[in-house]
């Protein structure tokens, strides 16, 4: 299993950025997505997750109406696309599947908020 973040980098606040993970080493369209960032020091926390079908995505209340997560199967890739953010946004975003009761994470990409 192998996932891969991208996208990440320099925004201003109020501006928006769209994260990409993409996906190999498994059956991509079996599989519910999720997306965490993690500030320093902290645990990782979850942002948004999306069911194998696109379907039924969730958020944490603090995203809910900036963030977007969204998937396509025929590309093996799970999107995030943030919108309004917030300087408090600035953290390593990652990408996570669980598959045969194993949590696999990404490397991550950095978002930083600032003027």
């Known amino acids: 299993v192998q996932l891969g973040e991208s996208g990440g980098g320099l925004v201003q606040p109020g501006g928006p950025l769209r994260l990409s993970c993409v996906a190999s080493?498994?059956?991509?369209?079996?599989?519910?997505m999720r997306w965490y960032r993690q500030y320093p020091g902290k645990e990782r926390e979850l942002v948004a997750s999306i069911s194998s079908t696109g379907r039924n995505p969730n958020y944490a209340d603090s995203m809910k109406g900036r963030f977007t997560i969204s998937r396509d199967n025929a590309k093996n890739t799970v999107y995030l696309q943030m919108n309004s953010l917030k300087p408090e946004d600035t953290a390593v975003y990652y990408c996570?599947?669980?598959?045969?009761?194993?949590?696999?994470w990404g490397k991550g990409t950095m978002v930083t908020v600032s003027l």
């Open positions: 080493g498994f059956t991509f369209s079996s599989y519910a």
């Open positions: 996570n599947v669980i598959r045969g009761g194993i949590t696999y």
